[in-house]
């Protein structure tokens, strides 16, 4: 007899009686689009942490995955300044780039923009 692996959203409702949307919609993106490996690499964290945190057992501050959630998984599109029209999780993928190859004049203008004032940007403004 085997027994079924809880989902991701149960283990969520399980630790948290009243999860917030965002909680929600990692639970969900791990369920739908899994492994736990692929929306860590999209959220640039780790895996167990998103594990601790959708367990309840994580004791850190969970802002910092909250606005990663918020920014790759829950906005559906961004208007990027130098590509158009790009799903948040390619915004947040461009804005963790840490090298540019100065070769291709594409990456070397998204590396400037997310790093200096874009909208959709999290990074700091550099001079």
Known sequence: MTLARKTMIEKLHTAWPAPSDWMVALAKAVDQRGPTKKIAAILGCSPSLISAAINGSYNGDLKHIEKSVRQSLMRSSVDCP?????????????????????????????????????AHSSLQVIS
């Open 82 to 118: 130098v590509l158009g029209e790009i799903t948040g999780e390619k915004c947040s993928a461009h804005q963790r780039t840490k090298t540019v190859a100065a070769t291709n004049p594409q990456t070397v203008r998204l590396f400037r923009a997310c790093r200096n004032g874009c």
